[in-house]
Structures are given as C-alpha cells and as structure tokens.
C-alpha cells in the first residue's frame, strides 16, 4: 500500500467555498475512480489556509491506472476547470507515501 498526501495552500478566505464545492462536486467523482479516501484536512494552527488530502492506493501502478481514468472523465475535467476559475489554490504539494511496516492500512 502507498498513500497519497497532497497539501494545497489557498488564497486566504476561499477555503470554506472550495471545501464546499469539492465536497459536492470533485468528491463524489474522485470516489468512482480512486475509492480509498482516507480523509481531508483543514489546518487550524500553524501553517493557515491549507488542506491534506490523502488517498490510499495499493502501489504506484494502482495510483496510476486509476488517475488516469480519472483525468479521462468528463465531469472530473468540468470540475477541474471551474476549480482553477476560482483562483483560489495558490500551490499543491504532492507526496507519496510509503507505510512503515507497523502501520495499519486504511
């Protein structure tokens, strides 16, 4: 299993309506495809104006098949675009994870 941890820094005061329009919109989609959300997260203390994002695949190939199809859905790139319309996602960070062997697997 890896995990997928991507931070987004956001322009200040539109985290709450992007977390509102992912929720209803981009999450429902990115469920179809990649199907092991493990959660989001919104910072509260230090670092502002950022969300953790982290899926779960079960190896690379597995994270790219299912990207793939992903990015090929019509209703994933309408999302996309309406998202870079908002101007509100300053940067994004993508990690890629490795367990340590006593983690457990979500």
């Known amino acids: 299993m890896i995990v997928e941890h991507r931070t987004y820094t956001?322009?200040?005061?539109t985290v709450?309506?992007?977390?509102?329009k992912y929720e209803t919109e981009g999450l429902p989609i990115q469920k179809r495809h990649l199907n092991r959300f493990v959660g989001?997260?919104?910072?509260?203390?230090?670092?502002?104006?950022q969300t953790v994002l982290i899926w779960a695949y079960d190896?690379?190939?597995?994270r790219?098949?299912?990207?793939?199809?992903?990015?090929?859905?019509?209703?994933?790139?309408a999302f996309i675009d309406s998202v870079w319309r908002l101007d509100a996602i300053r940067s994004q960070n993508v990690m890629i994870?490795?367990?340590a062997g006593?983690?457990?697997n979500p």
């Open 59 to 62: 190896d690379l190939a597995d």
């Open 16 to 20: 709450e309506g992007w977390l509102r």
């Open 64 to 77: 790219e098949a299912r990207r793939k199809a992903m990015y090929g859905d019509p209703e994933w790139q």
């Open 97 to 99: 994870m490795n367990p």
């Open 40 to 49: 989001l997260f919104v910072s509260e203390i230090g670092q502002l104006h």
């Open 102 to 104: 006593f983690s457990p």
């Open 10 to 13: 956001f322009r200040p005061g």
